[in-house]
Each structure stands twice: as C-alpha cells, then as structure tokens.
C-alpha cells in the first residue's frame, strides 16, 4: 500500500461520532446528519468542507449535489463514483471538487440511499414535494452552520437531479426573499438533466441514426416508439408517458444490440438489460436506471465501512435499500416537463447553466438543446446570435475539451468524449467548468 493510500485510509479509520448523533472525523473535514423534513421522513446529508491548500472553505463556495434516478443517492454514487475525495476503493480523487468548494451531498428524495421514511406513504410523488422535503433540510442546514449563510452557494445536479434541482431552486429564491432561509444563493448547474423529458425521447432516433447505431429500419421503429410517448404526455396521460418510455427504451435496445443509455461507447457494465417475461415497467427500468448507481461494489461499501463509520444509520435502513419505491412513487411525474420552472428562474435573475455530455443518449445534447430554443426568456435571441467557445482539454493542452458560451445570467457546456456521469468520464473538465461556473477560473 502506497504511503497516500495509507494515509487516507487512516484519516478514514479515525473517523470518530460524538455523542451528538453529529459525526466529526479527524481535523473537522466532514460532517453529517438527518433531518426529518415530514413527520416519519428523514433525509440524509453529508457535508465535505473544501480542502483547498491556498484558500480556507470560508473564502471557497458551497456547492449542493443532486443524484438522479429517482432514487439514485448522491452520498454513495455522487460521492465515491464522481466528485468525491475518495474513489469507490478509498483512494484519493485527483479531480475531487472538494479542492475548490465545500460539497454538499443529499440523499433526495426521501428514501433514497440513507434517506427514509417510516411509512409507506412517505415517498415524495411530484417534484413540489420534493422542493418542499429540501427547503425544510436547507433552512435546518443554514440555520445551524451560520458560517455558511454568506458564502456563494450553488446546486448542481445531474439527471433526474437537475429536475430536482430547478424547482428546488426557484423554491429556494422565494424562500429567500421571504426571509425563511438564510443563505447566498448564486446560481444552479443543470447536468445532463430531465428538464423536457419528451424532446429527449423525440431526439433518440436521429442521435442514434447519425452516430451509426441505427439502420433505416430501427430509426423507423425508434421514432415510432417515442411517437407514442407524445401522444401520451400530449394528452397528460404522464403515468402512461413513462410506461411508453420504457418501452421506447427496449425498442431502442433491440435495435442497437444494446447500446449503453450513459455512454453510447461504452459496454452495459452488466448484464444486458433486456426485458424478463412477465417483469413490470417499474422493476425494468429499476434494472436500468436505478441499479448501475448502486452497483454490488459501492453497495458493500456504503452498507459496510461507511454505514460503520458515518454511525448513525437506523439499524433497519438498508442504503439504496428503498430506491425502488422512491422511482415508483414519482412514475406519474416523471414525464412531466420543467421548462417553464428554467424560464421563471432566468427572469427572477437566477444565474442557471446547462451542462451536457456528448456521448450521453438518455438524455442527448440534441435533446436538451431543442428545449433551450423553446425558452420563453428574454435574452434568448441574445445567447442564440453569440458564437460557442472552445475549451482547452485539461490534461492536454491544444486538444478540445468542451465548447461553452454564456450571456447574461444563463451558460451551456457541451463536454465532449462524455456520457451522462460527466465527472466519472472527464474528471479534470468537469472540475474545471465547476471552477468557472463558481466563477474560479
């Protein structure tokens, strides 16, 4: 074991839990708590201060991440796959974001990883309850850590979690302004997010026929699948929509010999994901989307050393162990659009920046930028007439990383040679548009 590795992993052993319920591990690094945000309901929060050698984490921002799915847990994946200071095998992250700003990590919504709730009527079931579970922890968290009510604080979010995160934020605004919360709110960072869950299921066929993925016959039989979906969400039938969606997923499987949802280069981690007989939409698209975040390696990590360490996990709280109930009980919301939650928050001033991957098909660039042109705003004409940016590759100068452009208060990144898990495929791009988001570079 190299002298880093064994450094880390005893920083991570001396770890202690105070009598408070509130763990504080060795030079007061991290924190963590629940927080009953509904009478039954507790939601899960892990708190690393930023660890910058040049600055102290009052003068770095706070930076909250939303996991997708529903159901996918931020303090497991978000944490240990993406952004976190350590990697699944605890080994330091040279792309941590915890270097430039203190990291907030929530299990959200209610029942996701640590999160749980007593009752089976506690699981969030629209995003209004969902923006309402985290303004409660938020006011929690900002009323008891003071030291943060002034530092910069954004919310940045990937899948589902940018959803998530957009009503969340305008919530948040008005919370603000009334005065219920107390903290400097400076902008949100929608990842790869479901923000018009439609014009990414529209755009599939045509993304997959000019990468080469699809022939004449599967594009017909992909724009088919997704046809019928809009006819659902066209007539609100939104619970309808998402079963329609998991069958336009299997018709887009069956077509592309299994092309992998997060990263059309990339092998199915697993087993190919095809449909068992007899197996409901539900469970399907629990094996698709909410299983590849809780793979058995991080699930014997998060269920072992960590649930040992963090000491505070009932002891019937399985993490991840109602994800499953979490994506049922917002099937009927899942479909429904947020878009005119961006246009509120880019007219209140909010500063909002889309983010996408280039290789992610779940919810493809083409996808995402069709819902951007339908922004009712009114410095779209302005950010449309302006020319994208190239960004330097991190690691290798001269080569391309990212294309972005900005105006006013809104931003896109286009980052290329990346799927969905952005930070997992291009870890030194990722930090650095977080830098310059945060306004660091």
């Avoid at 969030?124 to 309402?132: E, I, L, P, Y």
């Avoid at 018709?251 to 992998?260: I, L, P, Y």
């Avoid at 092998?267 to 909410?290: D, F, M, W």
């Avoid at 399985?318 to 007219?347: I, K």
């Amino acid at each position: 074991m190299g002298q880093t590795q064994a450094s880390s992993r005893l920083l991570f052993i001396l770890s202690i839990v105070v009598g408070t319920g509130l763990a504080v591990p060795l030079a007061d690094k991290e924190a963590w708590s629940y927080v009953e945000v509904r009478d039954g309901a507790h939601m899960f929060w892990w708190l690393y201060y930023a660890d910058s050698p040049s600055a102290g984490y009052t003068d770095l921002p706070l930076v909250m991440w939303l996991q997708g799915g529903p159901g996918g847990s931020g303090s497991g994946f978000g944490n240990f796959e993406e952004i976190g200071p350590l990697n699944r095998n605890q080994e330091p992250r040279k792309t941590s974001w915890v270097q430039a700003a203190s990291v907030l990590f929530v299990d959200n919504p209610v029942g996701t990883g640590f999160s749980y709730t007593e009752r089976p009527d506690g699981y969030a079931t629209d995003v209004a309850t969902v923006a309402s579970d985290m303004l409660v922890l938020l006011k929690h968290f900002f009323g008891e850590r003071a030291e943060f009510q002034g530092i910069p604080f954004f919310i940045f979010s990937e899948s589902y979690g940018g959803k998530m995160a957009a009503a969340i934020a305008l919530e948040l605004t008005k919370a603000i302004a009334q005065g219920t919360v107390k903290c400097n709110f400076a902008g949100v960072a929608l990842g790869d997010s479901w923000i018009s869950p439609l014009d990414s299921v529209m755009t599939w066929g045509p993304y997959l026929y000019s990468t080469s993925l699809l022939d004449d016959y599967g594009l017909a039989e992909v724009n088919g699948a997704a046809g019928d979906v809009k006819r659902a969400v066209e007539q609100q039938q939104f619970e309808k929509a998402t079963e329609l969606w998991s069958v336009a997923e299997t018709v887009v499987e069956q077509n592309t010999n299994g092309v992998n949802f997060y990263n059309i280069l990339t092998l199915e981690p697993e087993e190919k994901l095809g449909s068992s007989a007899g197996e409901n939409y539900i469970a399907l698209q629990t094996r698709r989307h909410i299983r590849p975040l809780h793979s058995q390696s991080l699930s014997a990590l998060m269920n072992g050393p960590i649930r040992k360490k963090l000491g505070i996990i009932p002891h019937n709280v399985t993490w991840g162990g109602q994800a499953e109930h979490v994506f049922s009980n917002m099937a009927g919301d899942f479909m429904r659009p947020v878009v005119d939650v961006v246009n509120q928050l880019l007219t209140t001033g909010v500063n909002v920046t889309v983010y996408n991957g280039q290789l992610d098909l779940i919810v493809d660039t083409m996808g995402q930028e069709l819902w951007v042109k339908q922004l009712g705003w009114e410095g779209l004409a302005g950010f449309n007439k302006l020319r994208w940016c190239a960004l330097d590759d991190p690691i290798t100068p001269g080569f391309t990383g990212a294309f972005y452009k900005t105006y006013k208060n809104f931003a896109f990144y286009w980052i290329l040679r990346a799927g969905h898990m952005i930070p997992s495929d291009q870890g030194p791009m990722a930090l650095q548009m977080m830098k310059m988001i945060t306004q660091q570079a």
